[in-house]
T-cell receptor, first 112, second 110 residues
Framework: EAGVAQSPRYKIIEKRQSVAFWCNPI?????LYWYQQILGQGPKLLIQ????????DSQLPKDRFSAERLKGVDSTLKIQPAKLEDSAVYLC??????????FGPGTRLTVT | GQQVMQIPQYQHVQEGEDFTTYCNSS?????IQWYKQRPGGHPVFLIQ?????EVKKQKRLTFQFGEAKKNSSLHITATQTTDVGTYFC??????????FGQGTELSVKP
């Protein structure tokens, strides 16, 4: 069974630029999550989708972050414009509905 | 607010010594999950505990869920270098949102 795929793996941008991350969850998983993990901290949930509907986006900085999950499969997370404090690893995870979450390898974003 | 706290933040042990990390929630949880993240890697699910007072074992790892379902622990017996990594507990809060603790980073000296 293929795992959660994410791209790119690494991205370096300057502040005020925009960036987009892509995630392909495990086939058949209804729930998709985007997390931000700052070095030395646990993952922080940014947004949670069930199929193509948003379940929770209470911690998503909506003035600069946006996410979509078209057709209830792939998802993209965008940051526009980026700030220095957005430097982190962005993890995508998926699960059947609730329960065990399978994480992708993450995208390491550096904002200079 | 919704919080999950873990202690200690770091633990350095000699290979063969035991290791324990503790997790506390600000509210009662329906279940608690544990994940392991190797250096440079992504979190990997270890186990989920659901029942009050539940104890589960996976080889040298023992997981406990407190009677009040507000705390949990992970104990590793006779650590090995393969146990190196950060161990996170995570609990579901309102709407099923999973809140992760800040993790305990384990280093093992051979």
């Amino acid at each position: 069974e293929a795992g959660v795929a994410q791209s790119p793996r690494y991205k370096i941008i300057e502040k005020r630029q925009s960036v987009a991350f892509w995630c392909n969850p495990i086939s058949g998983h209804a729930t998709l999550y985007w997390y931000q993990q700052i070095l030395g901290q646990g993952p922080k949930l940014l947004i949670q989708f069930q199929n193509n509907g948003v379940v929770d986006d209470s911690q998503l900085p909506k003035d600069r972050f946006s996410a979509e999950r078209l057709k209830g499969v792939d998802s993209t997370l965008k940051i526009q414009p980026a700030k220095l404090e957005d430097s982190a690893v962005y993890l995508c995870a998926s699960s059947l509905v609730w329960g065990e979450q399978y994480f992708g390898p993450g995208t390491r974003l550096t904002v200079t | 607010g919704q919080q999950v706290m873990q202690i200690p933040q770091y633990q350095h042990v000699q290979e063969g010594e035991d290791f324990t990390t503790y997790c506390n929630s600000s509210t009662t949880l329906s279940n608690i999950q544990w994940y392991k993240q190797r250096p440079g890697g992504h979190p990997v699910f270890l186990i989920q505990l659901v029942k009050s007072g539940e104890v589960k074992k996976q080889k040298r790892l023992t997981f406990q869920f407190g009677e009040a379902k507000k705390n949990s622990s992970l104990h590793i017996t006779a650590t090995q270098t393969t146990d190196v990594g950060t161990y996170f507990c995570a609990g579901p809060f309102q709407g099923g949102k999973l809140i992760f603790g800040q993790g305990t980073e384990l280093s093992v000296k051979p």
